[in-house]
Nanobody, 128 residues
Framework: HVQLVESGGGSVQAGGSLTLSCTVS????????MGWYRQTPGKKCELVSQ??????YYADSVRGRFTISLGNTKTTMYLQMNSLKPEDTAVYYC????????????????????????WGQGTQVTVS
């Protein structure tokens, strides 16, 4: 397993911004497919954004408001979240697939109860 460490969650008022960070120590993110998920209690794990084979994907719910990016050293991935809404409240998880299956996958639970991707520890984002 590759360790991913997240930071940057917190509480913000609607319309505000937050930036989440995810750092990898043993490898670099350009050797993986990478992205962000989120989950709220009682709802399915939602793929928010991913970069796969150089192509960027955003869920309809966040397109135009969120931006995924990679830092210059390729060891930190970011999720810039603007114009936040209360419905963006969730635990956010970064994930990476260093086997490069061609997509991070969809799951009922973040992370799933079986081995698939490497995951960060999760960070709470609360929008009020």
């Amino acid at each position: 397993h590759v360790q991913l460490v997240e930071s940057g969650g917190g509480s913000v008022q609607a319309g505000g911004s937050l930036t989440l960070s995810c750092t990898v120590s043993e490898l670099t993110f350009d050797a993986s497919d990478m992205g962000w998920y989120r989950q709220t209690p009682g709802k399915k794990c939602e793929l928010v954004s991913q970069i796969v084979r150089g192509a960027t994907y955003y869920a309809d719910s966040v397109r135009g408001r969120f931006t995924i990016s990679l830092g210059n050293t390729k060891t930190t991935m970011y999720l810039q979240m603007n114009s936040l809404k209360p419905e963006d409240t969730a635990v956010y998880y970064c994930a990476a697939d260093f086997t490069k299956r061609g997509g991070l996958g969809t799951f009922q639970q973040c992370p799933p109860p079986y081995e698939y991707n490497d995951w960060g520890q999760g960070t709470q984002v609360t929008v009020s």
